[in-house]
């Protein structure tokens, strides 16, 4: 068995990331459907699925894809999906926002709930953590798309709040409200971005270390496995060393 142990761990790895590949898909055209549903089925018409559209293919999610979710809106399905946020504490205090899409809230939240429970965390009432956050519009450009005053320029003609530039890219912060308007603007400036979307940044973080890092991604990696769950958001820090080991 030894002598196949390569091959069955490269086996397992590409399982795992297949089924992740398509967990993450689902989710994508489930965030389509429902954005089509609340507005235009056009794109250009239609910020929060111009959003979701944009943030499915920098995934590479096929385009015949995200044609089926958006043609599922005007066929009439997704109408009975809720979008509810669960708040909570994972291991070591570390503040978790779960936001969900389902058509069955006693479901979700009996999930959610033991979820938290079986991974050494505790779901909370909505607002518990939330304060720890502020909802922010981001856009991720590549470091190859300019240097740092190019990008700060044209970051701050684009209408944008904050930079954060490194040898990894660029990170662009703007209010969540502006994020369609911002993002447009910074395409006409650069390009394409890598990614833009609405996220919860923390304003206060936890540092953990590789095992308090090892019990937070059980329970993220548990919840994200939720296909009710769209996505999930925590204030952990760690070193580099500890995100090596990790990895």
Request: proline content about 3%; overall charge negative; charged content about 30%.
């Amino acid at each position: 068995m030894a002598g196949h142990s390569k091959w069955a761990n490269i086996q397992h790895r590409k399982g795992r990331q297949d089924k992740l590949r398509a967990k993450l898909f689902s989710k994508f055209s489930k965030e389509i459907t429902i954005a089509a549903k609340m507005g235009d089925p056009d794109p250009e018409k239609n910020p929060r699925l111009r959003l979701a559209v944009k943030e499915a293919k920098s995934n590479s999610m096929p385009k015949d894809n995200i044609e089926r979710a958006i043609k599922k809106s005007v066929a009439g399905e997704g109408d009975d999906y809720e979008e509810i946020r669960y708040e909570g504490y994972g291991p070591n205090g570390v503040a978790v926002i779960v936001e969900t899409l389902t058509d069955n809230r006693n479901r979700t939240a009996s999930t959610v709930r033991s979820t938290f429970t079986k991974n050494g965390g505790n779901l909370g009432e909505t607002g518990s953590v939330g304060f720890m956050f502020d909802r922010v519009g981001e856009i991720v450009y590549p470091a190859d798309a300019g240097d740092n005053d190019t990008i700060m320029e044209a970051a701050i003609e684009a209408g944008a709040e904050d930079v954060e530039s490194s040898e990894d890219g660029h990170v662009i912060i703007c209010a969540d409200t502006d994020l369609n308007e911002v993002s447009t603007a910074l395409e006409t400036a650069l390009g394409e971005s890598d990614s833009t979307k609405l996220i919860w940044k923390p304003t206060t973080t936890t540092e953990l270390d590789l095992d308090g890092m090892e019990k937070l991604m059980r329970l993220i990696d548990a919840l994200e496995d939720d296909d009710d769950v769209q996505r999930v958001t925590a204030n952990f820090e760690a070193s580099d060393e500890v995100m090596e080991q990790l990895s």
